[in-house]
T-cell receptor, first 115, second 110 residues
């Protein structure tokens, strides 16, 4: 069974640009969660999608958004990039809502560098 | 603000030693996760606990709900166990996703 895949793996952008990251969950998983990891703040929850609906959202500005498609694939978008958005962005999938205490399976991450 | 605290932040040990990593949290949870992250970033879920104890190979995780505390133990540690170990909790109510500890950086020397 294929694991969680994320594309691209590495990305370099400049301030003010926007970026879209993609996550394909494990087949049959309906929940996708997104996380940001930085050296200073560690891992932080961005949002969770289940059945194409955002179910939970972390404490991030509106520049961070996402969506989920009918095949459970998810994208997240960051607009008007700032230097502080440089981070490893991880997605994780689970069978059901993570709030239902389903085990999460993580992808390899997308490393975003903003210059 | 609900918090998750891990200790120690850094741990260096010799191969074969018994390792304990601790995690404390501030309020009631519905589940606690132990994660392992190797250099390069990939995260593997080791355990998900809501009570009691779980064992997988040389790894053991325990949780004491009353004390709001969990421990991850590694028996007969090996250099390949070198990684960052992260505790994460889902607060009861679960509206905010997972909240993570800052991680314990473990190095096992041969």
């Amino acid at each position: 069974k294929a694991g969680v895949t994320q594309t691209p793996r590495y990305l370099i952008k400049t301030r003010g640009q926007q970026v879209t990251l993609s996550c394909s969950p494990i087949s049959g998983h309906r929940s996708v969660s997104w996380y940001q990891q930085t050296p200073g703040q560690g891992l932080q929850f961005l949002f969770e999608y289940f059945s194409e609906t955002q179910r939970n959202k972390g404490n991030f500005p509106g520049r961070f958004s996402g969506r989920q498609f009918s095949n459970s694939r998810s994208e997240m978008n960051v607009s008007t990039l700032e230097l502080g958005d440089s981070a490893l962005y991880l997605c994780a999938s689970s069978l059901g809502l993570a709030g239902g205490n389903n085990e999460q399976f993580f992808g390899p991450g997308t490393r975003l560098t903003v210059l | 603000k609900n918090e998750v605290e891990q200790s120690p932040q850094n741990l260096t040990a010799q191969e074969g030693e018994f390792i304990t990593i601790n995690c404390s949290y501030s309020v009631g949870i519905s589940a606690l996760h132990w994660l392992q992250q190797h250099p390069g970033g990939g995260i593997v879920s080791l355990f998900m606990l809501s009570s009691g104890k779980k064992k997988h190979g040389r790894l053991i995780a325990t949780i004491n709900i009353q004390e709001k505390h969990s421990s991850l133990h590694i028996t007969a540690s090996h250099p390949r166990d070198s990684a960052v170990y992260i505790c994460a909790v889902r607060w009861r109510g679960g509206a905010d996703g997972l909240t993570f500890g800052k991680g314990t950086h473990l190095i096992i020397q041969p």
